[in-house]
């Protein structure tokens, strides 16, 4: 079974409109880690934010918040007031303590439209 | 700020050949993971180590091998390189409850 699902491989967005970037994921561990990064069209990686299973409140960090649901076991993204830059690939990832193992989505193409 | 050097930017290497993708951090990290990348699949492991000489596979390590002789290097070694890993190759390392830090990516072509 797929640890990490995003259902949307592309997204079009307005500039300066919000967008979710959905996430589901797959664990029976009681303590886990998700994950979201960017990928431009540079190819690197750049870790955006991080949300513990623990965590009573949802991550933020500046423009982008995570949307955290334990009980569906989603983790969104929101990005608000979209910008050009924003365009990229964005994956979703999940640890688990048990196995140390990072487990990443198929990815979504988001593209930021002038 | 964590630096995750890999060699090479590009690389293109004949069937059969056997490659070296090289990796190095210099953030004391003491996990490293190989990834590859590939359109419509998202990152897939390859191996990842948790320790010098220590290793595990991931969910692709059939024509892989690698090496972790010194905790801020781990080296990824295609045995015999076949055209189907013609691929984007990812190293990363982190501590035990920090995100990934990325290299820039090695594209590798097969001929």
């Known amino acids: 079974a797929q640890k990490i699902t995003q259902t949307q491989p592309g997204m079009f967005v307005q500039e300066k409109e919000a967008v979710t970037l959905d996430c589901t994921y797959d664990t029976s561990d009681p303590s886990y880690g998700l994950f979201w990064y960017k990928q431009p069209s540079s190819g690197e990686m750049i870790f955006l934010i991080y949300q513990g299973s623990y965590d009573q409140q949802n991550a933020t960090e500046g423009r982008y918040s995570l949307n955290f649901q334990k009980a569906r076991k989603s983790a969104n993204l929101v990005i608000s007031a979209s910008q050009l830059g924003d365009s990229a690939m964005y994956f979703c990832?999940?640890?688990?303590?048990?196995?140390?193992?990072?487990?990443f989505g198929t990815g979504t193409s988001l593209t930021v439209i002038p | 700020d964590v630096k995750v050097t890999q060699s090479s930017r590009y690389l293109v290497k004949r069937t059969g050949e056997k490659v070296f993708l090289e990796c190095v951090q210099d953030?004391?990290?003491?996990?490293m993971f190989w990834y590859r990348q590939d359109p419509g699949l998202g990152l897939r492991l390859i191996y990842f180590?948790?320790?010098?000489?220590?290793?595990e596979k991931g969910d692709i390590p059939e024509g892989y091998s690698v090496s972790r002789e010194k905790k801020e290097r781990f080296s990824l070694i295609l045995e015999s390189a076949s055209t189907n890993q013609t691929s984007m190759y990812l190293c990363?390392?982190?501590?035990?409850?920090?995100?990934?830090?990325f290299g820039n990516g090695t594209r590798l072509t097969v001929t």
């Open positions: 953030m004391d990290h003491e996990n």
């Open positions: 990832a999940m640890r688990e303590v048990t196995g140390n193992q990072f487990y």
């Open positions: 180590s948790y320790d010098v000489k220590m290793k």
């Open positions: 990363a390392s982190s501590l035990e409850d920090s995100p990934l830090h």
